[in-house]
T-cell receptor, first 115, second 113 residues
């Protein structure tokens, strides 16, 4: 079956612009996670959804970052007024439930470059 | 182009040798640990996990050892193959959380044929 998919695979934008990054989780997975991975670093937790609600958004770096999951499936990570420091690979993962008894399956990521 | 792993610890081994990748963690409340493999251009892929009530767990060609006394985790790969070349991350669940993963910095493993 299909794994986690993310679009676009690459996004280049200019400083100050708004971007949206999309994640399609594995069908039936109720838990969805966003991570950010800077070059040479491990992924950093951003936000966790259980169903439609953001159960934990403590990893979002500031109020320019926002994520939604209106129907409990597809999620969109939104970044306003992008800055060069936002350049990174944004990873999405999903799992059957929000417990580490269930493996998190990662997508290939969206590479965001802010010029 | 970009060089993934420019600042990563590296390990280079010959095909067929055993590999040992190490990871130190700092949170004594962490009770669950996972090793991930990440190939270039892909997301992390689960390899093996271990809970804090265990000190060893074996999978297919892989073994994870946990030493809670010194907060150290290791991944042993037997008979390393060229397809094992990747960046390996350890991750831990934050104390009190059963879903949030905290990743280490990663180790780049290169297998020479």
């Amino acid at each position: 079956g299909a794994g986690v998919s993310q679009t676009p695979s690459n996004k280049v934008t200019e400083k100050g612009k708004y971007v949206e990054l999309r994640c399609d989780p594995i069908s039936g997975h109720t838990a969805l996670y966003w991570y950010r991975q800077s070059l040479g670093q491990g992924p950093e937790f951003l936000i966790y959804f259980q169903g439609t609600g953001a159960a934990d958004d403590s990893g979002l770096p500031n109020d320019r970052f926002f994520a939604v999951r209106p129907e409990g499936s597809v999620s969109t990570l939104k970044i306003q007024r992008t800055e060069r420091g936002d350049s990174a690979v944004y990873l999405c993962a999903s799992s059957f439930s929000g417990s580490l008894f269930y493996e998190q399956f990662f997508g290939p990521g969206t590479r965001l470059t802010v010029l | 182009g970009e060089s993934v792993g420019l600042h990563l610890p590296t390990l280079s081994v010959q095909e067929g040798d055993n590999s040992i990748i190490n990871c130190a963690y700092s949170n004594s409340a962490s009770d669950y640990f996972i090793w991930y493999k990440q190939e270039s251009g892909k997301g992390p892929q689960f390899i093996i996990d271990i809970r804090s009530n265990m000190d060893k767990r074996q999978g297919q060609r892989v073994t994870v050892l946990l030493n809670k006394t010194v907060k150290h985790l290791s991944l042993q790969i037997a008979a390393t193959q060229p397809g094992d070349s990747a960046v390996y991350f350890c991750a831990e669940s934050s104390g009190g959380s059963n879903y949030k993963l905290t990743f280490g910095k990663g180790t780049l493993l290169t297998v020479n044929p």
